[in-house]
């Protein structure tokens, strides 16, 4: 069974720093785009970050250009979301996922998410 597994989300302070983890089971996403997406309260949800196995420029969403660095250990099947110099307005639900064919299309598999709070 494919599982996403979502992990380091918490409550933290305006300016500071998170890193939330996927570990991915079931089978290798080794040549899968492996996206970061957010749902905050009364939002739809939004890609934040994708990356390609392959290499190249990671994509990230304009309100965290800057702040927010995605990275996955292939040999470990984990995706990675540093998360710094946080603002109130990052408080969502943070989802992992993973696409066969697109890091801006539909996305195959999905993680159940882990909050972060980030407070004023």
């Known amino acids: 069974q494919v599982q996403l597994a979502e992990s380091g989300g918490a409550l933290v302070q305006a300016g500071g720093s998170l890193r939330l983890s996927c570990a991915a089971s079931?089978?290798?996403?080794?040549?899968?785009?492996m996206g970061w997406f957010r749902q905050a309260p009364g939002k739809e949800r939004a890609l934040v970050a994708f990356?390609?196995?392959?290499?190249?420029?990671?994509y990230y969403a304009d309100s965290v250009k800057g702040r927010f660095t995605i990275s996955r250990d292939n040999a470990k099947n984990t995706v990675y979301l540093q998360m710094n110099s946080l603002k109130p307005e990052d408080t969502a639900v943070y989802y992992c996922?993973?696409?066969?064919?697109?890091?801006?299309?539909?996305?195959?598999?999905w993680g159940q998410g882990t909050q972060v709070t980030v407070s004023s």
């Open positions: 996922a993973a696409s066969k064919n697109s890091g801006l299309g539909t996305y195959d598999y």
């Open positions: 079931g089978r290798s996403f080794n040549q899968y785009f």
């Open positions: 990356s390609w196995w392959g290499g190249g420029s990671p």
